[in-house]
């Protein structure tokens, strides 16, 4: 088949992996996530009416390799699609290392396509011509050093979404609300920022009003241990040097500092005194923003997907998710 035509069997087995009644219990258990997460995650964040054209860009841009072995996150259970597709466009020879802890997804997919050219492998690291990992710095450097002089190592590493506010606050707060509550925030496409041109206090009410809105359609599963330890810390920051508005399944702060907030529904606010400043916010974040989602005419960013509040966590079907330069 062609490198296309690849892609869409692959699409074509998520899809299955979709309508399978057992995946989402499945999906619960191995994510933390509720029901109703997970369900709008499959519904609405997976990538299976990717058009033509998107495919066809993947497909272009994925190169050509001898083998390509690639390095799953759990971060975001539906990533795997998009990930094995890259591989599969580039290599008639893919293998794949599930997520311990969260490898649901991945292995219903590989299943469902039953390909031979795409393997499962209980091995972090094999020899291959390239490897594709996805996931924190630690992981990426780590099989970095494990890889084989031979392998060409991509890492797409760890980052954030920032949003750009201005005008009608009650839409912009309900349309990033969406944004951060898909996956319970803890994607790489997740908005942890919002800078607001105006009235960052009234934003700020009014997503988290939103954000409580939302979490009654849609509820928050557990925060790991790591994620309460840093919100408990991060609140108390907020609380002292700011302004806090904490709800049952969220929390958002007014604070001008750089005290990002840790995942699990929580969004930092701070004032902006006007779109022209943005740029240098975005280079004083470095290389870790991968999305901004905005209701304003922006300019393109280079290694930045611009997109519409409420798009930030579905990015055209078109490459790597993350537009920044693989490490």
Known sequence: MSGAADVRALLAAAARVARDPAIVDALVSSTGLSRENVELSLAAHLELDAPDAE???????????????VVLSASVFVAPLRA?????????????HASRREPVFARALVAALGD??????????????????YGRAETIASVRRAAGPRSIVRGHGPGLGVALVSGDFARAASLLAEDVTAFDQRGCLSPRVAYVVGDAHAFARAAADALEARAAL?????????????LARWTSTAAYAGTL??????????????????????????????P?????????LGPFVTTVGTNLALDPVPHVRLCALGAMQRPPFDGPVDRRPPT
């Not at 597709?85 to 020879?93: E, H, P, V």
């Not at 400043?277 to 280079?283: E, M, Q, T």
Request: aromatic share 2%.
């Open 84 to 96: 094995i597709a890259l591989a599969l466009a580039a290599s008639d020879r893919v293998t794949v």
């Open 116 to 133: 031979p050219r795409v393997r499962l492998v209980e091995e972090r690291v094999v020899d291959a011509a390239e490897i594709h990992v």
């Open 276 to 284: 022209a400043s943005f740029l240098s916010v975005l280079g004083a």
């Open 245 to 274: 508005h904490r709800g049952a399944a969220s929390a958002v702060a007014v604070l001008d500092a750089d005290a990002l907030p840790p995942s699990g529904r929580h969004l930092l606010v701070r004032p902006l005194d006007s």
């Open 55 to 69: 495919i066809d860009s993947l497909v272009a841009g994925a190169g050509r390799a001898e083998s390509v072995h």
């Open 218 to 230: 849609f509820p928050r599963g557990a925060l790991d241990p790591g994620e309460a330890t840093d």
